[in-house]
């Protein structure tokens, strides 16, 4: 009998334990969360909710200046750089495209005729969930180019 208590024991005492130690690190995990002390659930949706608005009509508007530039008088394209998150087109005029996620071949093809040609942004359009960049040179030559973001720097 002295037996089977030992080995019941032995069984419920870690698990026991196990429980005990994992409710004590959820509870100091939420006490050092320090957006939870300051706002409520609800209020953390509402925040939530507000911030991708806020980002969304940041988007709107920096589709909406880049179409507006593209649509004026713009620079020709002097420098084509990569960067991690796609390719930059510098202008001749101080301003920078910036074209994010363009695949590799299509910055080879500029990196090899947008200087030459001397291409121009002629038009920007939104196509689903991408754009659609039109470039074209002094010659005649033209080159579309597809983006999932188009932003501009100045």
Request: hydrophobic residues 45%.
């Amino acid at each position: 009998m002295a037996i089977v208590l030992c080995v019941a024991l032995a069984l419920i005492a870690p698990s026991a334990g196990y429980w005990m130690a994992r409710k004590r690190r959820r509870n100091c995990r939420a006490a050092n969360d320090s957006l939870r002390r300051v706002f409520r659930p609800r209020e953390l949706r509402e925040l939530d909710t507000h911030l991708e608005r806020v980002a969304v009509d940041e988007l709107r508007r920096l589709e909406a200046s880049a179409l507006h530039y593209v649509a004026g008088d713009v620079g020709y394209v002097v420098l084509v750089s990569d960067s991690r998150t796609g390719i930059g087109l510098a202008l001749s005029d101080g301003h920078r495209l910036e074209l994010g996620g363009v695949n590799r071949s299509t910055l080879r093809l500029l990196e090899e005729g947008a200087t030459e040609e001397r291409l121009r942004p002629s038009r920007v359009e939104r196509v689903g969930f991408a754009y659609r960049l039109l470039l074209r040179g002094e010659a005649g030559a033209e080159m579309e180019v597809f983006a999932r973001r188009v932003t501009l720097a100045l």
